[in-house]
């Protein structure tokens, strides 16, 4: 299309013309995770970025937290989310909404991939890990403290 729409073709959760990347390379806090930026880094009318991220069995996002608000839907596999203070179980077709300032990490920890998609201000701030400090006086739930991966 001359217009600049496009279709981005997928077959076996990968898409055509999108290149499988590493998920971050400043920090090792995350274990067996990809993702695939879809739309947004290359269209400048969006002022949002759409993205895949596929977590392996046993792997885990990093934990996290930012001022930029950001929405997830789970379209393969489930796994486990801390969200602050709460661990939630994740199943296929779930929606979640990570406000501002949230600590939160995913679990890939039922056996079998966790996929979602993930949307974001284009214009968005980096990631922080939270320090020790952060986590002691957000962080009381015991399950939720014993579930969290910290590797900086």
């Keep these: 299309m001359s217009n600049g729409s496009k279709v981005v073709k997928s077959s076996d959760f990968t898409w055509q013309g999108v290149d499988r990347k590493v998920y971050k390379t400043d920090t090792q806090n995350f274990k067996d995770i990809h993702r695939y930026s879809l739309l947004g880094d290359d269209i400048k009318e969006l002022n949002i970025q759409t993205r895949y991220f596929e977590i ?4 885990y996002s990093s934990l996290e937290l930012h001022r ?10 489930s796994g486990t989310l801390v969200l602050g203070n709460e661990l939630h179980d994740l199943d296929l077709h779930d929606v979640i909404y990570i406000s501002p300032e949230t600590i939160h ?10 996929g979602f998609i993930c949307v974001v201000d284009r214009y968005r701030d980096r990631p922080k890990i939270p320090d020790d400090l952060t986590i002691k006086e957000r962080i009381t739930n015991k399950k939720v403290l014993d579930k969290i991966q910290k590797k900086c």
């Design 56 to 59: 392996q069995p046993g792997g």
């Design 68 to 77: 930029h608000p950001h929405s997830v839907v789970i379209i393969r596999g």
């Design 105 to 114: 990490q995913f679990h890939a920890d039922k056996n079998e991939e966790l």
